[in-house]
């Protein structure tokens, strides 16, 4: 891997190397086993099929074609269904995907967080990264497929066929880690915790996509809309039809639309996500409330404030604080406070890295009085950008070999993941670790007003959905 990229494949060998001491004397099994080909398959694959039909293809219909608004809520309940079903081996499967996505997570929050000025807002989804690059992968073939397969973690051993990734389980696993974040009590629950995935095919007219790729996006992505347009001609006015259509389509107002679409690309790969969280317990202060984006200059925003027993920890030596507020039974929301705001960098790089998870362990329950902005957070980012500048810039690029999205070999333009992020007051509840005891202790006073980081932890698959730098509210990313 080239050298910008040597943090992700460090973790990658870290994480073979614990495999390999944990497995001790036993007989060998690949440490991805439950990601990769087994063995009946591959002897499946194997079978020689020479009448075998050509997969089916077809076009895209015009982006101008009638499209069904997205209904959010019953796209949360397709999700909790799916949980019902759910084996120990999916649960298996969903905790190693969990822990390749934070750390792929991470090592790309860090270049888009280093790529922007630490004024300015950073949100990433490391589910909707992980997802997009693995949809990829199931429409590449080699050598591209397997640079695509090192890359999201998974070193194959050698050419065998069971040590190729099987880009179906992953996709499989991703849907079991949304609906293990959504899931509380079943489909007919009130829902407090909201999230939607809607991926956009758009291609140059002409161009067929093999229907088996685009029916395979489907655990990852819930809507998946392929929608042919003129990319060429005038590429300005292209964004604006795109950007129009996903508006319409979704409802959601996303940060940095799509612009600059190139003139000779032939496919435009866009992953739309919608977080929507509630904070039980908390309410909405009257008024609108001081946040200070440095020193000399404050916004007025609003602000949520709750009282209860959360998990806190400082870091006296590091100047910053954390803490974990629960969001539901199996998701929490932590709240990263640097002490001093021109902090915030060294903060930043010193929590969200490859044992984010352990240092966990420091936090204890607390009588706290917790008061932060409601928020809003927009945010955009090109993923051919992150790929340039982790040194890969061809990973995705004309050479790339995508024989298994298209017999015509499309040639990627932008691929953006779009995020909307909100967080709102809840005031039915009390949170779920515990109200304050009658006669308690004395509370402690917890203010984010000032430039902070927050992450949304899913507990039993350890999976990191957002990592993101709040540095002003009013501001999108």
Not at 113 to 142: M, N, W
Not at 214 to 227: E, I, K, N
Not at 237 to 257: C, Y
Request: hydrophobic fraction near 45%.
């Amino acid at each position: 891997m080239a050298p910008a990229g040597l943090s992700l494949g460090a973790a990658v060998l870290c994480l073979v190397a614990w495999a390999g001491l944990a497995a001790g004397d036993r007989v060998y099994i690949h440490p991805f086993h439950l990601l990769v080909y087994s063995k009946s398959s591959c002897d499946q694959l194997k079978r020689p099929s020479v009448e075998a039909p050509a997969d089916p293809t077809f076009t895209p219909a015009p982006i101008q074609a009638k499209t069904s608004p997205v209904d959010e809520e019953a796209l949360r309940e397709q999700l909790v269904r799916a949980t019902e079903q759910l084996e120990a081996e999916d649960r298996l499967r969903a905790a190693k995907v969990g822990m390749l996505l934070n750390f792929m997570g991470f090592h790309m929050y860090k270049t888009l967080s280093e790529a922007r000025s630490a004024a300015s807002e950073a949100v990433l989804s490391p589910v909707t990264l992980f997802g997009t690059l693995t949809s990829f992968y199931l429409g590449a073939l080699d050598p591209t497929a397997s640079q695509l397969q090192a890359f999201l973690g998974v070193p194959g051993d050698d050419q065998s066929c069971t040590s190729r990734l099987d880009g179906h389980k992953v996709l499989s696993a991703l849907q079991t880690i949304q609906g293990l974040l959504v899931a509380q009590g079943g489909a007919s629950s009130r829902a407090r915790l909201l999230l939607s995935t809607v991926v956009g095919l758009f291609t140059a007219p002409g161009l067929r996509l093999k229907q088996p790729f685009v029916q395979g996006l489907a655990p990852f992505a819930q809507v998946t809309l392929p929608r042919s347009l003129d990319l060429s001609t005038d590429p300005d006015l292209a964004a604006e039809k795109i950007n129009r259509f996903m508006q319409a389509v979704t409802g959601w107002k996303m940060g940095k639309p799509l612009t600059g679409v190139s003139p000779d690309s032939t496919l435009l790969f866009n992953a739309y996500v919608h977080f929507q969280g509630k904070m039980k317990g908390f309410s909405l202060r009257p008024g609108l409330q001081e946040f200070w984006v440095d020193n000399t200059t404050s916004v007025s925003v609003p602000m949520l404030s709750g009282t209860g027993t959360f998990h806190h920890w400082t870091d006296a030596q590091n100047n910053f604080s954390v803490t974990r507020v629960p969001l539901s039974a199996n998701t929490c929301l932590l709240l990263i406070r640097p002490h001093c705001a021109s902090d915030l960098r060294k903060v930043e790089a010193l929590a969200f890295q490859h044992d984010f998870l352990t240092w966990m362990k420091n936090l204890s329950p607390r009588a706290i009085r917790l008061t932060m902005p409601q928020l809003t957070l927009q945010g955009s980012y090109d993923l051919q950008d992150l790929l340039a500048q982790t040194k890969l810039p061809t990973l995705l690029g004309a050479e790339a070999n995508l024989g298994q999205i298209s017999d015509a070999n499309p040639r990627v333009g932008k691929v953006l993941n779009s995020i909307l992020f909100e967080l709102k007051a809840d005031e039915g509840e009390l949170p779920t670790e515990s109200a304050l005891p009658q006669a308690g202790p004395e509370v402690l006073e917890v203010t984010l007003n000032s430039p902070f980081l927050l992450a949304v932890l899913e507990h039993e698959s350890a999976a990191l959905h957002f990592l993101g730098r709040v540095a002003n509210p009013l501001s999108t990313a």
